[in-house]
């Protein structure tokens, strides 16, 4: 038995040697959200139901003896998810400030688009499934998982500047008839200054992707530009944005293509504990089917607000209430409004 002990005690203190040696830091957060969602469409029946986003997310890093910062993280399934967010690649993060992607790195020119203020609940209107029209500025950034993102230092090549080059490659994915990304190139950048009072942030983007369908190639790939601008004057930001661009893709009207142009504004004040928001952003859009040049006008315009409370630490009361008017195919569409009242908890 003491043989036995003693052959325990050393195999825990060499297990526990190891494990120091060789582990990274985890760090783990997430949040817990949920409420009752409240829609009234247009010429529909209102309902109501619980609407809840529940996300656990473990990041991972470590530094090497010559500093550059190795770091990945995975998220935990979402129990309203099918599955969970697995798609990570590693972040290298060197002595000089700047970080390279690899693996699923996504587009440079979505990361910087200009955050627009908006209502911060968890409401939504649907609208016709056939409806094209976007209402984000980064709709045409698309990336393959073969990819790279290479993010400067601030201040580069001038003061408050900073920028992002990515690239990707085929994913390796077979040829089908849905149409699938087979590179890309994009450039971003993000530039901060002070205008008397106000700290202003100018974000930009382009991209430019390749993609391919089984006997039919697109008129125009994914593709466009945005750009967009935020003044924060102490407790208030106005952000402003515009986009125009091109989009394929399988959730298109059933892999369609189409062009499109987005405007979007918004104002976020902070008073103490409470936040109010107020934001619009208006969508056009043409599609057709892939390879052909005529089409068809959908359109969407999209009025939000919300009030959120700091309850505690962590926790935050939310009212929110979103109003949509959409056209598709130059008629009318399913649309209406939406009110959503909960609390989302945070670690």
């Known amino acids: 038995m003491k043989k036995e002990l003693l052959l325990g005690t050393a195999l825990v203190s060499t297990l526990g040697a190891a494990s120091v040696a060789e582990a990274v830091t985890a760090t783990m957060s997430g949040n817990h959200q949920t409420g009752i969602e409240f829609d009234s469409p247009n010429g529909g029946t209102d309902t109501n139901s619980q609407t809840q986003d529940n996300n656990f997310t473990v990041s991972l890093s470590e530094t090497t003896d010559g500093g550059m910062t190795i770091s990945s993280s995975f998220m935990l399934m979402n129990e309203n998810a099918a599955a969970g967010d697995l798609d990570a690649g590693f972040t290298l993060a060197f002595t000089d400030g700047s970080k390279l992607d690899v693996i699923n790195a996504g587009n440079a020119s979505g990361t910087h688009d200009i955050s627009i203020p908006g209502s911060a609940g968890a409401e939504g209107v649907t609208t016709a499934t056939t409806n094209s029209a976007e209402t984000g500025l980064d709709f045409a950034t698309g990336a393959s998982k073969q990819g790279i993102e290479y993010h400067t230092a601030s ?57 391919s369908k089984t006997s039919t190639s697109a008129s125009n790939d994914t593709g466009g530009f945005h750009v967009g601008l935020s003044a924060v004057t102490g407790d208030l930001t106005v952000a402003v944005g515009f986009a125009d661009g091109n989009k394929v893709g399988t959730g298109i009207k059933g892999a369609k293509e189409m062009s499109a142009d987005v405007v979007k504004a918004g104002i976020k004040y902070v008073s103490g504990d409470l936040t109010f928001n107020v934001g619009i952003a208006s969508g056009d859009s ?41 056209s598709d195919e130059g008629a009318s569409s399913t649309d209406g409004s939406a009110w959503y009242i909960g609390a989302n908890m945070a670690f």
């Open 286 to 326: 043409k599609d057709n089917t892939i390879g052909s040049i005529s089409g068809s006008d959908d359109s969407k315009d999209v009025t939000s607000a919300s009030v959120s409370y700091a309850v505690a630490a962590g926790v935050t009361a939310l009212l929110g209430y979103t109003s949509v008017e959409a």
């Open 155 to 211: 201040d580069f090549l001038a003061d408050g500047l900073k920028m992002s080059f990515s690239a990707s490659t085929d994913g390796g994915e077979t040829a089908g008839t849905t149409y699938r990304i087979d590179g890309h190139v994009a450039i971003g950048a993000t530039y901060v200054t002070d205008l008397g009072d106000s700290a202003v942030t100018i974000g930009a983007g382009w991209s430019e992707v390749d993609g």
